[in-house]
């Protein structure tokens, strides 16, 4: 089963950590050009004050979108990079589980 939960999680595992660091990329280069009028303090607390309501401010909109632009930049197997390990991964979580409630 692992191997089969590894082709459906892989991309969306890498999709969900591509958005994340684009979404951080993004916040990083909105503080280092604000550093230069306010002190770092000043824009951390800021940024957490602002953050829950501003809208995403990264190249992906969504993880469609992100998909899209990854699949057509880099091709379409760059969506399972990490697959191996993932599936490791995948494994000792079903395995467990199979363990522990399936006896």
Do not use: W
């Not at 969900?16 to 684009?22: G, N």
């Not at 995403?56 to 998909?67: D, E, Y």
């Not at 699949?71 to 589980?97: D, P, Q």
């Amino acid at each position: 089963g692992a191997p089969l939960f590894g082709i459906v999680t892989t991309p969306e595992n890498f999709l969900k950590t591509q958005m994340q660091l684009d979404n951080v990329q993004s916040k990083r280069e909105e503080l280092m050009e604000s550093k230069s009028q306010q002190s770092i303090s000043q824009t951390n607390q800021t940024l957490q004050k602002e953050y829950p309501t501003k809208q995403p401010s990264g190249r992906f909109t969504n993880s469609f979108h992100c998909a899209k632009t990854l699949a057509s930049t880099h091709g379409a197997t760059v969506l399972y990079t990490g697959h191996a390990i993932n599936t490791i991964r995948e494994a000792a979580f079903v395995g467990t589980h199979f363990f522990c409630y399936e006896r």
